[in-house]
């Protein structure tokens, strides 16, 4: 009895899902850089504001990994909230208002929020994992 080896199926993120990450991750970019020069034009060069580059970088680069629809975005975006949290007491601690840190600190708990609530970290995982099983299915026949 002859077996067909049969091409695993990717599963796919509804248009909604797929619009909501791609949409999130390049207004929650737009959002960190603009922190970020933000910080480059108001600030002076001393070591605490040097270090307040972390969080607005590594924003930055979590929601590009969003858009990219990586399956670690929503642990870099966890670890985000951590830094922007840190980084606002920073900033209300020396007398200073600035609502653009303020935004990207409450937009980026929103997104997660909303990830977790379509159960979007599960999709990407199961997406990666298929994505794997369909390159080791086609490595032995190529």
Same mark, same amino acid.
């Given at each position: 009895?002859?077996?067909?080896?049969?091409?695993?199926?990717?599963?796919?993120?509804?248009?909604?899902?797929?619009?909501?990450?791609?949409? @999130?991750? &390049?207004v929650?970019?737009?959002?960190?850089?603009?922190? /970020? =020069?933000?910080?480059?034009?108001?600030?002076?060069? +001393? *070591?605490?504001?040097?270090?307040?580059?972390?969080?607005?970088?590594?924003?930055?680069?979590?929601?590009?990994?969003?858009?990219?629809?990586?399956?670690? @975005?929503? &642990?870099?975006?966890?670890?985000?909230?951590?830094?922007? /949290? =840190?980084?606002?007491?920073?900033?209300?601690?020396? +007398? *200073?208002?600035?609502?653009?840190?303020?935004?990207?600190?409450?937009?980026?708990?929103?997104?997660?929020?909303?990830?977790?609530s379509?159960?979007?970290?599960?999709?990407?995982?199961e997406?990666?994992?298929?994505?794997?099983?369909?390159?080791?299915?086609?490595?032995?026949?190529?």
């Amino acid at each position: 009895m002859k077996t067909e080896n049969k091409k695993p199926s990717l599963p796919k993120l509804s248009k909604r899902e797929d619009e909501y990450i791609t949409v @999130a991750g &390049i207004v929650g970019a737009a959002l960190s850089l603009t922190a /970020l =020069l933000q910080h480059f034009y108001f600030t002076n060069t +001393s *070591i605490r504001a040097t270090l307040m580059l972390i969080p607005y970088t590594f924003s930055f680069i979590a929601y590009v990994l969003l858009a990219a629809k990586n399956k670690s @975005a929503h &642990i870099f975006l966890f670890i985000c909230i951590f830094l922007l /949290l =840190l980084s606002e007491i920073l900033i209300l601690l020396q +007398s *200073i208002y600035t609502p653009i840190v303020m935004l990207v600190f409450f937009y980026t708990i929103i997104v997660v929020v909303l990830l977790y609530s379509e159960n979007i970290p599960q999709k990407l995982k199961e997406r990666f994992l298929s994505r794997k099983k369909d390159e080791d299915f086609w490595s032995d026949k190529l």
